[in-house]
């Protein structure tokens, strides 16, 4: 109110009568209006009403609705045609090449022994468990698992400045912003996409998160209590649209935990009856809700509507997603969802993949397509892709 009281000050100054009459009576009615006892209190009342935060749970439920219908309308510019076999394409011209670096300039290999040593080689081998150990977060970081140390590097000063041929670099211009050991050996680890000073490096049967400052050194660290109980952790992913919620995925449940209210005790616990986990992932649905699926080793895929902020506690999956015109269940292998299209990439043990679009409430696939290639022959076969991923 006192920026708009001076405005009309400078105003009557001008020396316009009619200006001073539209000054006298604004004021006048502000004075009117607004008692001085009801203008001193104001910031209590407003206070107590506690506005802000019920507009931050307002827009919290309005927003699953608007990126509902943005998501809509963005898919009908990125309808992808299912039906019958969709053949691989491959290209070298996907991406422009900067650098490339020799071998043995990020040093990826293990250098100690640690209990689940002997375990984890030999699911590596069978091809139950895949390392995954680079990740970039949206500001340029990249943090490279490597054997039981996480190494934080700079993206911008990796490729250098432009040129117009690629650069063949070693060992020596790679330095790193900082080198952390967790004392266990990595296998996945991610960055958070919405607070990137938040990576989730996760091990065969132990997980951190390591918090980093501007720097890329590591200001913190908070292990996550699994309780494992002889499961081996598969996968860990955080959860869609959220700072601090972690889903870890293992072979026997999955559990997601709210990191700023407890690292031992997660909200949900999902299991499923006489059958094993190889994967897991959210999908957003409606009203803020997501819907979780679970693809089991017998190639079932589980689904449960969940509400991240209630319903907790422990569940057993039973309810299934129907995949019409699949030609047979086969060992499942991994799971993939992609936000961008609302297609799912399922892959199984024996090399085939289907990529699906599923219903409304996710409880059916209606159309789908094999990923196939060809042969030296020309004949068509399974892709045997491992896993899919959106860049």
Not at 165 to 178: E, G, Q, W
Not at 339 to 366: C, E, K, M, N, P
């Given at each position: 109110?006192?920026?708009?009281?001076?405005?009309?000050?400078?105003?009557?100054?001008?020396?316009?009568?009619?200006?001073?009459?539209?000054?006298?009576?604004?004021d006048t009615?502000?004075?009117l209006?607004?008692?001085?006892?009801f203008?001193?209190?104001?910031?209590?009342?407003?206070?107590?009403?506690d506005?802000?935060?019920?507009?931050?749970?307002?827009?919290?439920?309005?927003?699953?609705?608007?990126?509902?219908?943005?998501?809509?309308?963005?898919?009908k510019?990125?309808?992808?045609?299912?039906?019958?076999?969709?053949?691989?394409?491959?290209?070298?011209?996907?991406?422009?090449?900067?650098?490339?670096f020799?071998?043995?300039?990020?040093?990826l290999?293990?250098k100690?022994?640690?209990?689940?040593?002997?375990?984890?080689?030999?699911?590596?081998?069978?091809?139950?468990?895949?390392?995954?150990?680079?990740?970039?977060?949206?500001?340029?970081?990249?943090?490279?698992?490597?054997?039981?140390?996480v190494?934080?590097?700079?993206?911008?000063?990796?490729?250098?400045?432009?040129?117009?041929?690629?650069?063949?670099?070693?060992?020596?211009?790679?330095k790193?912003?900082?080198?952390?050991?967790?004392?266990?050996?990595?296998?996945?680890?991610?960055?958070?996409p919405?607070?990137?000073?938040?990576?989730?490096?996760?091990?065969?049967?132990?997980?951190?998160?390591?918090?980093l400052?501007s720097?890329?050194?590591?200001?913190?660290?908070?292990?996550?209590?699994?309780?494992?109980?002889?499961?081996?952790?598969?996968?860990?992913?955080?959860?869609?649209?959220?700072?601090?919620?972690?889903?870890?995925?293992?072979?026997m449940?999955?559990?997601?935990?709210?990191?700023?209210?407890?690292?031992?005790?997660?909200?949900?616990y999902?299991?499923?009856?006489?059958?094993?986990?190889?994967?897991?992932?959210?999908?957003?649905s409606?009203?803020?809700?997501?819907?979780?699926l679970?693809?089991?080793?017998?190639?079932?895929?589980?689904r449960l509507n969940?509400?991240?902020?209630g319903?907790?506690?422990?569940k057993t999956?039973?309810?299934?997603?129907?995949?019409?015109?699949?030609?047979?269940?086969?060992?499942?292998?991994?799971?993939y969802?992609?936000s961008t299209?609302?297609?799912?990439?399922?892959?199984?043990?024996?090399?085939?993949?289907?990529?699906?679009?599923l219903?409304?409430?996710?409880?059916?696939?209606?159309?789908?397509?094999?990923v196939?290639?060809?042969?030296?022959?020309g004949?068509?076969?399974?892709?045997?892709?491992?896993?899919g991923?959106s860049?």
């Amino acid at each position: 109110m006192l920026p708009y009281h001076d405005d009309l000050e400078q105003v009557a100054d001008s020396g316009s009568d009619f200006e001073d009459d539209i000054s006298t009576d604004a004021d006048t009615y502000l004075k009117l209006s607004v008692p001085k006892g009801f203008s001193d209190g104001l910031p209590v009342f407003l206070k107590n009403l506690d506005i802000e935060v019920r507009m931050l749970e307002l827009c919290k439920k309005l927003l699953p609705t608007i990126l509902s219908q943005r998501e809509l309308n963005l898919l009908k510019d990125r309808k992808v045609l299912l039906g019958g076999d969709m053949l691989v394409s491959q290209a070298s011209d996907v991406f422009q090449l900067k650098k490339a670096f020799k071998s043995g300039s990020l040093d990826l290999k293990i250098k100690a022994d640690y209990p689940n040593s002997r375990e984890l080689k030999s699911h590596l081998a069978n091809g139950s468990l895949t390392k995954s150990l680079l990740t970039v977060s949206i500001r340029g970081k990249l943090a490279v698992g490597e054997g039981d140390k996480v190494a934080i590097f700079d993206v911008g000063q990796i490729i250098g400045q432009p040129s117009a041929a690629p650069i063949t670099a070693d060992k020596t211009n790679v330095k790193p912003l900082s080198r952390n050991i967790v004392r266990f050996e990595i296998v996945h680890l991610i960055f958070n996409p919405l607070q990137d000073h938040y990576l989730a490096v996760a091990g065969y049967g132990d997980c951190q998160v390591l918090t980093l400052n501007s720097r890329g050194e590591v200001t913190d660290r908070l292990a996550i209590e699994l309780a494992l109980q002889g499961a081996y952790i598969r996968r860990v992913e955080w959860v869609s649209g959220s700072q601090v919620q972690l889903m870890v995925v293992t072979n026997m449940f999955v559990k997601i935990y709210d990191l700023s209210q407890d690292n031992i005790s997660p909200l949900h616990y999902f299991t499923v009856a006489d059958d094993v986990i190889v994967d897991a992932t959210l999908v957003p649905s409606s009203m803020g809700k997501l819907v979780l699926l679970v693809l089991s080793e017998g190639g079932l895929l589980y689904r449960l509507n969940i509400v991240l902020a209630g319903d907790v506690g422990a569940k057993t999956l039973t309810d299934t997603v129907l995949v019409k015109d699949a030609v047979s269940m086969h060992k499942g292998l991994s799971l993939y969802f992609s936000s961008t299209y609302r297609l799912i990439f399922v892959s199984h043990q024996d090399g085939t993949t289907f990529i699906g679009r599923l219903d409304a409430d996710s409880s059916s696939v209606t159309e789908l397509s094999y990923v196939c290639e060809e042969d030296q022959d020309g004949k068509s076969k399974p892709a045997g892709l491992y896993r899919g991923e959106s860049l």
